[in-house]
């Protein structure tokens, strides 16, 4: 059940300016980059994340915090493609760069602390993740406050990890505040908001509460096709999550026709990437 959206709220949330800063090809690199990237098209998106990591290079030098901010961006597309020994020495190359010239409670610090975060969480380096998430956490509510979206973001990742570790119980309640904030924040029909109903559902479903759990999955499903189209991958993965509750409640017919309309999509867009 995958939730990366977590992560690229973080990238697309604080990176447009960062490009703006630079020159033409540079802003031109970044822009494809996350057109692709939000289409799902990874192999595609690749080519410009490593243009953006050179311009950087270029424009602004090594050890600059833009070259860490694209070459956590470059490491975040390798770890959505499962690629994590590519992605890992990005990811802790760009966390020492922006510590070192940002300080250690920097908003992007506390981004490469959360994407090397989910980088051990992908790997089930538990423990070490949850101390980047908690860091993470602590550095967002001071410096945006309790109530920004950012903080719904990180609640959402230490629940993620507590869910997977089967902490069911310790998991619903970030959940809970992460689903508040942002639909306080973002309004009803977010594309985050579909994540956030999503991962309630997820963690209702590991403990037995179908009832509560099928109403979230609908509502994020229908708010992802308004926004976010009906082809896109993350409506592929809603679909299938909502697939795996029904076919625990034995509704097998229609669990299988869930799961052939997340099939299509994941074949069209392998399709596109080839």
Do not use: C
């Amino acid at each position: 059940m995958v939730r990366w959206l977590s992560i690229i709220f973080f990238l697309v949330a604080l990176w447009p300016g960062l490009a703006l800063a630079g020159s033409a090809a540079l802003t031109e690199a970044y822009n494809q980059y996350t057109a692709l990237y939000q289409q799902g098209r990874y192999e595609q998106a690749e080519r410009f994340a490593h243009e953006a990591v050179a311009l950087s290079r270029k424009e602004f030098g090594p050890e600059h915090p833009h070259t860490g901010a694209f070459l956590n961006n470059l490491a975040f597309l390798y770890q959505a493609q499962g690629r994590y020994a590519e992605a890992e020495p990005l990811l802790q190359r760009s966390l020492a760069i922006r510590e070192k010239a940002l300080g250690p409670e920097h908003l992007d610090v506390a981004i490469s602390r959360n994407n090397l975060a989910a980088l051990y969480r992908a790997q089930g380096r538990y423990a070490i993740a949850e101390r980047l998430y908690r860091r993470a956490l602590a550095i967002l509510e001071k410096v945006l406050g309790p109530a920004h979206p950012a903080v719904a973001t990180g609640l959402s990742n230490l629940a993620e990890l507590y869910r997977v570790q089967g902490r069911y119980v310790e998991a619903e309640p970030p959940f809970r505040q992460s689903l508040a904030i942002l639909e306080k924040a973002l309004g009803p029909d977010h594309p985050l908001v579909a994540l956030g109903l999503n991962n309630l559902a997820t963690v209702y479903q590991d403990l037995g509460r179908y009832d509560e759990a099928e109403p979230l999955y609908k509502r994020s499903l229908a708010i992802k096709d308004r926004t976010l189209g009906p082809e896109h991958p993350h409506v592929a993965n809603g679909l299938g999550n909502y697939a795996a509750l029904l076919r625990a409640t034995g509704r097998t017919a229609e669990a299988d026709k869930m799961e052939a309309r997340a099939k299509a999509i994941r074949d069209k867009r392998a399709k596109e990437n080839k």
